[in-house]
């Protein structure tokens, strides 16, 4: 019984976690309050409150889950032993932009939360996932550059930061033209974009 009960939990959680990220995604931030949720999760504001005391404590769940989801996934890419630097590029970033897809409004939340909001502990676990995805790009684009795949005067970590900016893009794109956007020719002319860039001179 109490196993069903742990189970009911979690589903509970997640429930309440995609919940959030849909408000934000389809009516903004501003609409992100505690009887919205309780109301699209079905449930009362205190049973959302039984599960998570705080909204802060829903955000850092999402966070834990951007990192055991996409960024170990992201450096699962990065460290293939079997993949040209080319095959490791399109798969990051087109593997990144599947999870904004699956997960949308999570960029808008997370960095507006640490914008808009003086938490420390907040900042530190975003700070750390930033910091992540741009390490293991990093490293896929210096692979490249020592293999003669790409030009060789190239900053890793110049594309890198560029390469972090795509999310935000990504959001903007949703957000003005939410029908029309297309996954697949975004992460196509992402690909190609990285790659004129990285190519030999």
């Known amino acids: 019984m109490a196993e069903t009960k742990h189970l009911s939990g979690d589903i509970r959680r997640e429930q309440i976690k995609k919940a959030v990220l849909e408000i934000v995604f389809s ?16 449930l009362s504001e205190g049973a959302v409150f039984r599960h998570y005391p705080t909204k802060q404590a829903i955000i850092l769940g999402i966070i834990d889950d951007v990192k055991n989801e996409l960024v170990t996934k992201l450096k699962q890419i990065s460290e293939q032993k079997n993949k040209s630097p080319e095959e490791k590029l399109e798969k990051f ?5 599947t999870y904004l897809k699956k997960n949308k409004g999570i960029s808008i939340i997370l960095f507006t939360e640490a914008s808009y909001q003086n938490d420390a502990v907040l900042k530190e676990k975003l700070d750390e996932i930033f910091h992540l995805q741009k390490n293991y790009f990093t490293n896929i684009i210096r692979m490249g550059i020592n293999s003669g795949v790409w030009e060789h005067s190239i900053s890793p970590e110049n594309v890198a930061a560029l390469y972090m900016g795509i999310p935000i893009t990504m959001n903007i794109e949703l957000n003005l033209n939410p029908g029309k956007f297309k996954y697949t020719n975004f992460c196509r002319n992402m690909v190609i974009l990285l790659q004129r860039i990285l190519e030999r001179r």
């Open 27 to 42: 009516e903004g931030l501003k609409k992100l309050t505690t009887k919205n949720l309780a109301k699209k999760v079905g």
């Open 93 to 97: 970033v087109c593997s990144h932009i």
